[in-house]
């Protein structure tokens, strides 16, 4: 797998790998971001394309381009490197591979299947057109149709895949009396594609009244998760990152009428209610999302749920509600482009919705409810961090309870600013961690540290560890590719210490880094020679004590050689 490896990362650059999942900004020699790990306010997730690694300060994830999407994907390492070495046009021979590959691609030969049937069969193309969803948009989202058709083993063999495999992926499923059929049977058909457009599941919805449910999703897979999926992200991510907005609605065709109408910023859940990985996933692409939802008060309730976890990803969320009896989908048809905008106009700040709901909930016009509306929406200003908005969401309350501003004040802390403390060990250990990253990003240094067992007194073993195997390393590979010295940490720990330590040592100014490692020495080595004498003196004592003269006469030469070393060094 190493020789793949090695072509791929060659080829590969890990920004446009990791630019197609995080919104990503130059500081100085690296580009910032907010991580896809994990929940943050402040960027500390790093991409340095020099040495083509990715870090974060946060969470401590690392690695390279495949670690990334392999991370990201929820995929083995070797699934991603499949991925990278097809796109950069490296044969791997798929034999690295061995279960997400043929799931996609039988998941792929269903969709031509299904696109294939839509064509023959007039009702569900009526269905369709009824819906105002024209030939080209049905093309465009790849739409199909299930026959009501039991399946055997012709079938699978005309499809080329294997039948065990199409029951796998759960879409066929076998009666008892040995009867294959398709749950999206008499559907029509919505493949769910990934961040890349690959297929990895499919929506039905129902084409007569009668049948229930109307909608149904693949079951959950290892490529297919509807809590993590987003129906037309592959499609609406450059659109949202031009716009720095992303338009969320509740369901496929909402999605196909906003996408045919020119809106391509939107994006659909898959029946659930909006969840933190979905949020986490659009956060990468903007920090402002709007939630289009149905005007049932339901709908309502479920988005105001989201004011906390918008707070804490620090998300400026919005929301338009429609008119009553109106969906994405019925209202674009009814009012079209002009009218979408309209209420677009409209929107307003998830708090702010929640504000008016309370109020209408409680009503203003008793002690009762005041207090009631007060308890409902003070935990939501205190947890606010944005010190300016808190202020005005704290005079809003004192205008609609008829409270002084100023026991709110004194009720709720200030909002204080995040500071996430990336860095923030200002200790030996991170000069350590500097000087390791400097002769990491500069090989040729590594001579003033070899000989010096440097690698054995670093406080921090993982590091002691990276720095002795890359000595070793450069022994069998003079001037090394740190890149692949990289893939040779087998430890998660250690390669993860590695980036850090890397990407902390690009940072320093190349007229410094040679000074920063020679002070460090220099530094050490006065320490070692206290300790020795501090040490020695103790010993002294000890001799003395017992009157061996002998130890005394070599213990007092010694303490005389150290302190002949003390003052060299001061003479320096």
């Known amino acids: 797998m190493n020789s793949v490896l090695d072509e791929v990362l060659e080829k590969v650059n890990i920004l446009d790998i990791v630019s197609q999942y ?24 790093t991409v340095n394309t020099e040495k083509q690694i990715y870090y974060c300060f946060g969470c401590h994830e690392g690695g390279n381009a495949v670690n990334f999407l392999a991370k990201y994907e929820r995929s083995s390492f070797s699934e991603a490197l499949e991925t990278l070495a097809h796109q950069v046009g490296i044969e791997s021979g798929g034999r690295l591979t061995a279960r997400r590959t043929p799931v996609i691609d039988a998941l792929s030969r269903l969709t031509d299947y299904y696109q294939a049937n839509l064509k023959r069969f007039a009702p569900a193309m009526k269905y369709l057109n009824d819906r105002q969803i024209d030939a080209p948009v049905i093309t465009e989202f790849r739409l199909g149709y299930s026959e009501r058709n039991i399946y055997g083993k012709e079938f699978a063999k005309r499809l080329g895949v294997p039948m065990d495999l199409l029951l796998g992926t759960g879409i066929l499923k076998m009666r008892d009396g040995g009867e294959v059929y398709d749950i999206f049977r008499g559907r029509v058909v919505v493949p769910i594609s990934d961040m890349r457009g690959k297929v ?54 909402d999605l196909i009428a906003l996408h045919a109408a020119g809106v391509k910023n939107s994006v659909a859940t898959l029946g659930t209610s909006v969840t933190e990985e979905q949020v986490s996933r659009l956060r990468n692409y903007t920090e402002n999302i709007t939630l289009m939802l149905d005007g049932d008060e339901a709908g309502v309730k479920s988005a105001l749920r989201l004011i906390t976890l918008f707070a804490e990803m620090g998300i400026n969320g919005t929301m338009v509600v429609l008119p009553e009896g109106h969906d994405p989908d019925t209202f674009m048809r009814l009012h079209g482009l002009p009218g979408f905008q309209k209420v677009m106009g409209e929107k307003k700040a998830l708090l702010d919705y929640f504000f008016d709901l309370h109020v209408k909930k409680h009503g203003m016009g008793t002690l009762e409810g005041k207090m009631a509306f007060i308890r409902s929406v003070s935990p939501h200003i205190e947890g606010m961090k944005d010190a300016v908005k808190k202020r005005l969401y704290i005079q809003r309350l004192a205008e609609l309870t008829g409270v002084e501003e100023h026991h709110f004040r004194d009720a709720f802390r200030d909002g204080r600013p995040e500071a996430e403390a990336a860095h923030g060990k200002e200790t030996g250990s991170v000069i350590e961690e500097k000087v390791v990253g400097i002769v990491m990003n500069r090989p040729e240094l590594l001579k003033l540290v070899k000989g010096k067992g440097v690698e054995k007194s670093l406080k921090d073993r993982d590091l002691g560890e990276v720095l002795s195997r890359l000595l070793a390393y450069e022994e069998q590979h003079p001037a090394p590719d740190i890149k692949l010295f990289l893939n040779v940490l087998e430890r998660p720990e250690l390669r993860e210490k590695a980036i850090a330590a890397l990407l902390g040592g690009s940072e320093c ?36 004590k017992r009157g061996d003269q002998e130890a005394l006469r070599e213990l007092l030469e010694r303490k005389r050689n150290a302190l002949t070393a003390m003052k060299n060094k001061s003479a320096k």
């Open 200 to 253: 990895i599941g499919f929506g039905g919805r129902a084409i007569v009244k009668e049948a229930m449910p109307k909608y149904i999703n693949s079951p959950e897979s290892p490529v297919f998760s509807k809590r993590s999926v987003l129906y037309g992200v592959d499609k609406a991510k450059r659109e949202i990152v031009e716009k720095d907005e992303a338009i969320i609605v509740e369901g496929y065709f």
């Open 509 to 544: 100014d190349e007229q410094e880094v040679e000074r920063i490692v020679l002070d460090y020495l220099s530094h050490r080595e006065n320490k070692l020679i206290r300790e020795e004498g501090r040490e020695l003196t103790e010993k002294l004592a000890e001799a003395e």
């Open 22 to 45: 995080v919104k990503l900004r130059r500081t100085g020699k690296n580009f910032v971001g907010l991580c896809p790990f994990h929940k943050e306010k402040t960027p500390s997730f």
